[in-house]
């Protein structure tokens, strides 16, 4: 294959990029195109490259950068199906999120900056997946971290948005310290920072401090992919535009610490602690974050704390030792998540408000945003994993590698050797796992009635609508406002992402092609797990359901009658807001209701563990700094200006004074001698 091809896929959104920052201000009608065709070209580019790669095929290229006194820096190519589905995944979420773009920020004046910064964002990613070399990927790796906290602040007049983007930043550097020590450690065990050298050094035992490399990469993973506990900065994060979370949540940022994992996975195999720890996080990373989902009332952190349980999910599958589960995984789910963030986006836009509770007291909402009301149940029902759209394939994937590895069968296609995966290992993922399809299943439902299908309000009762607080309903409400009116840039994209969506699972049926793609295996789920895991998730959308009842009846009974004029009464009823609408998360979490809506307190324990302790320090440090450093600085230059007036006050220029001074000085001197 020609090198040629490979390299113009991160290249072209990198020129894109610069271009757009060029062209953006002095020629704003640029912006748009420059946006958006070299990503495309990009996707293009990427499916191509696949599509010659083909099965079961591997091109690795490299050529030295530096000499560094010790490994070789190498500007590197390495790939194989696993790294051309992903990159073809990257290509299509990118520029499905720039064409959104257009429309959703087309009144924004700092477009032109966004769209370079998602384009650059784009490329760092392809470098990520298409690197053949460690400190090469670490380029692409950092480089995402910058583009997320400049992304996430776009809106950097609102205080949330500009505290989101610095703590997502500092959360995610916190991990790459170990991080970049774990990939120098690596590299000198293994002689090379390329890829390929290092999975041959773990294949013939060579590494000397696997378990330490495994625990400080998982560090940075845990940071990227938002796992516990590094994970609180991807909930905040949804300050930044909806796009932008959809392109995060999908395919960059949050993806690179499952790829690296999978990539690096022979290295991990050596070491049984690693992946015991591995499940561990993976487990309460799904169950935590499943159960804050259950309670939050914004949609789009309903959806953040989806995204970090999925990444539990695939975490999960690496700790049983099955790359290609996590992989197919990873890509059902940059599809259904892509398309979840986007439709809320059109949703949002016309609700004017993230509150779920706020969007069931909107009359005719899905009549409104019939585009985004449908693409939203088909990736609801993906994400919940029931046939037989593609979340439902993945999903099972990953509960039948941790049932191998749990009774001793871990599949690993020559990665490593099937016992290194521990069994304790296999049943914290797979009892975690079964747990969180029960609870996924529900939170999805919650969201789809609560949004969706709320019964409409009595006439008279104040309605929020987003430009009118509480304006009073009346039945014309209904009629009155027209079917959806986004523009189709934002409505052409949902019906993209719907069909792999719906379609991409099946694939993972046919041996000779997604199976073979992933070196081999199977997706095929277990007849066991997939009785079990749809089973879970049927169950859960029949405890939602029953929940949701249960809670609008009791609110129903609760609330007071209209008056004869149609108008509620001031007294007699609980606030609005408890009545309308009825929410079964209260009724399923109980007294967990409060700590998963605050995401059990994490913030507050980080906060009293390091930010008050950082602050005090700070404070300390301000206070020497003025109050003892800068005092004995300023009696410095205050005594050297003392000293100064009194030499002015002798220097007169009257040459009598200098004579009578000199000869006082002389006889003083004399009497002195003379005594």
């Known amino acids: 294959m020609n090198l040629a091809l490979p390299a113009l896929v991160p290249a072209l959104p ?66 194989d199906g696993f790294s051309s589905l992903i990159s073809v995944l990257v290509g299509l979420v990118a520029t499905c999120v720039q064409v959104y773009s257009t429309a959703y920020l087309k009144d924004d004046p700092r477009y032109p900056s966004y769209a370079a910064l998602v384009s650059l964002f784009t490329a760092a990613m392809f470098l990520v997946v298409y690197s053949g070399d460690l400190i090469v990927l670490l380029v692409g790796w950092e480089l995402m971290g910058i583009c997320s906290y400049f992304l996430i602040g776009h809106h950097w007049e609102s205080a949330d948005a500009r505290s989101a983007s610095l703590k997502a930043f500092l959360v995610t550097k916190l991990g790459d310290v170990p991080f970049l020590f774990g990939l120098f450690l690596l590299g000198a065990d293994a002689g090379s920072f390329r890829i390929t050298d290092v999975l041959a050094a773990a294949g013939e035992g060579r590494l000397g401090h696997p378990t330490l490399i495994a625990l400080l990469l998982l560090a940075g993973v845990a940071g990227k992919s938002a796992q516990f506990p590094l994970h609180t900065w991807l909930p905040d994060a949804m300050a930044g535009p909806t796009p932008v979370s959809a392109l995060i949540h999908a395919a960059t940022m949050v993806a690179a610490g499952i790829y690296l994992v999978a990539r690096l996975l022979p290295v991990f195999l050596l070491s049984g602690a690693a992946l015991v720890v591995l499940a561990v996080m993976a487990a309460i990373t799904m169950i935590g974050s499943a159960l804050c989902a259950l309670a939050q009332d914004d949609l789009k952190r309903v959806l953040a704390y989806s995204t970090v349980g999925q990444l539990g999910y695939m975490a999960g599958a690496l700790a049983s030792g099955d790359r290609e589960a996590s992989v197919f995984h990873l890509l059902t789910h940059g599809a259904f998540k892509a398309l979840l963030f986007l439709a809320a986006g059109v949703v949002i836009h016309a609700a004017h408000t993230n509150s779920i509770s706020a969007m069931a007291r909107i009359p005719g909402l899905r009549r409104r945003v019939p585009d985004a009301y449908w693409t939203t149940g088909i990736a609801l029902v993906a994400l919940i994993g029931l046939p037989p759209f593609s979340g439902f394939f993945s999903k099972e994937a990953v509960l039948t590698a941790a049932e191998h590895a749990a009774t001793g069968e871990a599949i690993t296609n020559g990665l490593g050797p099937a016992s ?44 929020r609508t987003g430009a009118e607080p509480d304006a009073p309903y009346s039945p014309e409400i209904d009629e009155a406002d027209p079917a959806s009116a986004e523009p189709a840039a934002m409505r052409w994209p949902l019906w993209v992402l719907a069909v792999p969506t719906m379609g991409f699972g099946v694939v993972g049926l046919r041996s000779d092609w997604l199976p073979a793609l992933l070196d081999g295996g199977s997706l095929r789920p277990s007849p ?55 929410d079964p998360g209260r009724t399923l979490l109980g007294p967990l209701f409060g700590p998963a809506r605050h995401g059990f307190g994490v913030d507050r324990l980080y906060s009293a563990l390091f930010v008050r302790p950082v602050g005090a320090a700070a404070r300390l440090v301000r206070f020497l700094d003025r109050e003892v450093v800068e005092t004995y600085v300023r009696g410095g230059g205050s005594g050297a200006e003392l000293l100064g007036r009194a030499v002015r006050f002798a220097q007169s220029g009257n040459a009598q004074t200098y004579l009578s001074a000199l000869l006082a000085a002389v006889v003083l001197l004399a009497v002195l001698v003379a005594v």
Request: proline share 10%; with cysteine; aromatic share 4%.
């Open 14 to 79: 990198a020129l894109g990029a610069v271009a757009t920052l060029a062209t953006g201000r002095r020629a704003p009608g640029f912006a748009r195109p420059l946006a958006i065709l070299p990503v495309a070209a990009s996707a293009v580019l990427a499916l191509v490259v696949a599509l010659q790669l083909g099965t079961g095929q591997v091109l690795d290229a490299a050529t030295r950068l530096t000499p560094t006194g010790g490994p070789d820096i190498s500007l590197a190519v390495h790939l």
């Open 420 to 463: 290194a995966v521990p069994a304790a290992a296999g049943w914290i993922v797979l009892v975690s796992a079964c747990l969180t399809a029960l609870l996924t299943a529900a939170y999805a439902t919650r969201l789809w009635l609560v949004a969706f299908h709320s019964p409409a309000p009595a006439a008279g009762t104040p309605v």
């Open 528 to 582: 066991v797990t997939a009785v079990i895991g749809t089973g879970l998730a049927v169950a859960g959308v029949l405890i939602a359901y029953a929940a949701w009842r249960s809670a609008g009846a009791r609110l129903a009974a609760s609330r007071p009658s209209p008056a004869p004029g149609g108008t509620v009464p001031e007294q007699g009823g609980p606030p609005l807001v408890e009545q309308f609408p009825a």
